[in-house]
Structure formats: structure tokens, C-alpha cells
């Protein structure tokens, strides 16, 4: 590939008149073919451009996977979130075939997230909480309001 370019670079610079005088009689040996120029036959140069452009599309397809995918996920946590839809994000859905989804991992991390929910949003998860807390934290912090409040009433009050 490097060849490639070094002499089509080469070709173009002796082109515009800036090559020494003496190359000219070796510019007419070099073929004018790119094929030739690579050192390949017709059919090998048209083999390696063919596996070339499906190269260039496969990764062209897993790019605009990998945009779905993240779209997907964006979607998810807007949802989630009651955040406003977007258009460019359904439109990237659309243009993958509608076949994306979450990735594996994260529909495991989402599916975790929910259990947690739920449990944090039922009774008994209320009351683990309340098992969970530092109840002498709380009647320290009590009484020490209740005394801050009641000698900020005594300073302000004259009949106590």
C-alpha cells in the first residue's frame, strides 16, 4: 500500500514539472496501470479492491450497530428518567433495522436496577430501611435539637 502511494505521489510531483530532468526516461517504463504499479495482476488488483469495499462495509455495518445500540440505551434511561424523547436516537434505531437491543451486560445491569427499585419501593423494603438506621444517631440528634430549640425559646421568651 505503501508502494502505492509513494509512486502515484511521485508520478503526480513529476507531472507538475518539478521531477529532475534525468527520470524522465523511467517515467515511460512505469506503467500507467495501478495494478502494474502495485506489482499485481488485473484480477489480483481487482480481487483486493472488491475485498476492500466489503471490508469498508462491514465496518461501516458495525459502526451504525454499535450508534443503535447506544441509542437504545439512551432511549432506556430517558425513559427511565421521564426525559424528553429524541429524534436523532429513533432515527439511528430505524436506520439498524429495529432489530438492536441492549447489550447482554447492560440488560443485566437494567434488570438489577429494577429488582432494587422494587424492593426499595415495597413495605418491606421500607422496613429494612428502617432496621438499617442508627436509632441512637437519631435520638441524639432529636435531643439535640430539642435543646438547641428550646434554649433559643428561653433567650427569646422572658416569661420562661
Not at 514539472?17 to 517504463?29: A, C, F
Not at 445491569?109 to 429494612?128: F, H, T
Amino acid at each position: 500500500m505503501a508502494f502505492l502511494m509513494k509512486s502515484m505521489l511521485s508520478n503526480q510531483v513529476k507531472n507538475l514539472g518539478l521531477g529532475g530532468g534525468g527520470d524522465e526516461s523511467q517515467e515511460e517504463s512505469t506503467p500507467s496501470d495501478p495494478a502494474a504499479a502495485a506489482g499485481m495482476t488485473r484480477e489480483e488488483y481487482e480481487e483486493y479492491q472488491k475485498q476492500m469495499v466489503e471490508e469498508k462495509m462491514e465496518r461501516d455495518a458495525a459502526f451504525a450497530q454499535k450508534k443503535a445500540e447506544r441509542a437504545v440505551l439512551r432511549v432506556h434511561l430517558r425513559e427511565k428518567y421521564r426525559l424528553p424523547k429524541s429524534e436523532l436516537d429513533e432515527n439511528q434505531i430505524q436506520m439498524a433495522g429495529d432489530d438492536v437491543g441492549l447489550p447482554e451486560d447492560l440488560q443485566k445491569m437494567v434488570a438489577e436496577d429494577q429488582e432494587e427499585e422494587e424492593d426499595k419501593d415495597s413495605i418491606l423494603g421500607q422496613l429494612q430501611n428502617i432496621q438499617n438506621m442508627d436509632m441512637d444517631a437519631i435520638k441524639e440528634k432529636a435531643q439535640a435539637t430539642f435543646t438547641e430549640m428550646k434554649q433559643a425559646a428561653e433567650q427569646k421568651c422572658s416569661m420562661m
